[in-house]
Nanobody
Framework: QLQLVESGGGLVQPGGSLRLSCTTS????????IGWFRQAPGKEREGVSC????????NYADSVKDRFTISRDNAKNTVYLHINSLKPEDTAVYYC??????????????WGQGTRVTVSS
């Protein structure tokens, strides 16, 4: 059964850091690009970052550039989202999704259940 499971969320103070993980099973991660999304309370879901299947291409939303870093370890079936200098406005449920193909095409076939990040003092 194809699954994406996010982990690593939690309560963190402003200025802190987190590493979110998206662990996959049931499919060959090498063939998929992976995107990270977030949905803040009362807001629509927004795309945060994407990484191509090889890891050679990444992109970021303007709101997170220079603070978020996406990476992947296909041998571990895991994609990471490193978040630095957290701000209260980063509070959201973070989701990962799988896009079949080498590029971040924006057509996501499979989604995880999300991990909650709360940034508060």
């Amino acid at each position: 059964q194809l699954q994406l499971v996010e982990s690593g969320g939690g309560l963190v103070q402003p200025g802190g850091s987190l590493r979110l993980s998206c662990t996959t099973s049931g499919f060959t991660l090498d063939y998929y690009s992976i995107g990270w999304f977030r949905q803040a309370p009362g807001k629509e879901r927004e795309g945060v970052s994407c990484i191509s299947s090889s890891g050679g291409f990444t992109n970021y939303a303007d709101s997170v550039k220079d603070r978020f870093t996406i990476s992947r370890d296909n041998a571990k079936n895991t994609v990471y989202l490193h978040i630095n200098s957290l701000k209260p406005e980063d509070t959201a449920v973070y989701y990962c999704a799988a896009d079949y193909g080498p590029y971040c095409s924006g057509k996501y076939d499979y989604w995880g259940q999300g991990t909650r990040v709360t940034v508060s003092s």
